[in-house]
């Protein structure tokens, strides 16, 4: 299986930034390959989500516009996530159900470093369908 470029934010407030090839939202734990080159187990339960990156550094200067392009085709819902810590998303979605213990989204920036984030459902405070 191929390796994925993540950034795992943690609840305790830790990231951790590597690749991962074993990562399924139905199993409880999956491994963190650092860039430091250490392998990190990381359970479900102690994560608040998992951002798929195009790369780990990013663009500083890229302030996510949290807004869809107008007339911009969009597969799925749209929604916006506020977890707990105060931090908001907003993107689409083909499989959010309040009940499920996560659910993946793709961000409405189109120049976003996400490529797409699985959501731990419990780490947020609200989910919106706009």
Known sequence: MAANRIVARLLDGRTIKGSTSDFVPA???????????????????????????????????????????????????KILVTFRDGESLVGSTQGYTPNRPGFFIIPADPQSNIE?????????????VL
Do not use: W
């Open 27 to 77: 199993r409880d734990m999956f491994h963190i390959h650092t860039l430091t080159g250490e392998t990190v187990p990381v359970k479900l339960a102690d994560l608040k989500a998992v951002f798929f990156v195009r790369d780990h550094d990013g663009d500083p200067r890229h302030r996510e516009s949290n807004r869809f392009e107008e007339g911009e085709i969009v597969r799925g819902r």
């Open 116 to 128: 797409r984030c699985y959501v731990v459902t419990s780490s947020t405070r609200d989910v919106q």
